[in-house]
């Protein structure tokens, strides 16, 4: 009789027994190459872009800003953000007050990734740091330190990447040598620093960082900066405006309407990662534009 009972609840019995058994390590399936690749997070796709180059297939990033134009100064947070960031296992921001409302909805877990470290930013200097060489160059290294630890076995893929990064970083770094030396100490003005850092590098003067500071922070123009900036497009002291194709206001307009009205050129340049581009074309195609400028209006 014992027989007969004990049979119908054998699967029962063993599922229990099942249970009792020491499982399979969750780290070691966690730690595994059939693990996800770490999720890193962004508010700017550009810095997105510089990390997902590094990392290959080894990493997998996402940005905040899903469309172009938008102004991460100002832009005002959702909770789909905060929980898009708490949910990242590692969060690379621009820093410099640029997208620093992000840290505050970061937990503790979350391992931060700030450019503003590695480029020796100061209070008051151009926070567009996607623009500034040493800067991109700290930070992808950082990133494939971070990458390589969690992913060995990745870790000649990711060394291989960054070096070719950085070849492409050394080519953009040469274009700006050959512009300082053909053009140094040409001057220009900007409406907003977005490619100021870029600008600079090469050798070239900007002559109206306070007007385009206080426009970019809209802390108040200065009638007299105001009046310097319209001497200088009215009398031609300039060799081409930067405009910020981000910026819509009015005062920026007419300064780009009294540049072209005096035959000097606007060169466009954003502060959203072109659709379609990685950084360095986009950078490449900025220094096109320059040099295209500087030729224009050549001594």
Known sequence: MFTVRFLPCLPLFLTLLTGLLPLPSRASTETGPDRPAPLLSCVEPVWCDIAQQIGGPALRTRSLITSEGLDPH?????????????????????????????MKLLPASVKLFLAASQGGWQTGEDPHLFFDLPTVRNTARQIAVWL????????????????????????????????????????????EPAGE???????????????ARALMNESGLSPRDTAMLETALHEKTIRFLVSNPAISAPQASRMEDMARQSGIPVLAIGES????????????????SLEQALYQTAP
């Open 273 to 288: 990662l072109p659709t379609g581009q990685h950084w360095q074309d986009w950078l490449n195609g900025i220094l096109t």
């Open 74 to 102: 100002h832009l005002q947070p959702s909770p789909l953000m905060a929980r898009q960031l708490a949910a990242s296992d590692a969060v690379l921001l621009n820093g410099a007050t640029y997208d620093d409302w992000a």
């Open 148 to 191: 390589a630890g969690l992913r060995p076995q990745a870790q000649q893929d990711i060394d291989r990447r960054l070096a070719l990064f950085e070849q492409q970083i050394d080519q953009i770094a040469t274009r700006q040598q050959a512009i300082q030396q053909r053009d140094h100490g040409a001057p220009f003005a900007m409406t």
């Open 197 to 211: 850092r870029l600008l600079l590098a090469a050798g070239l003067v900007m002559t109206d960082q306070s007007w």
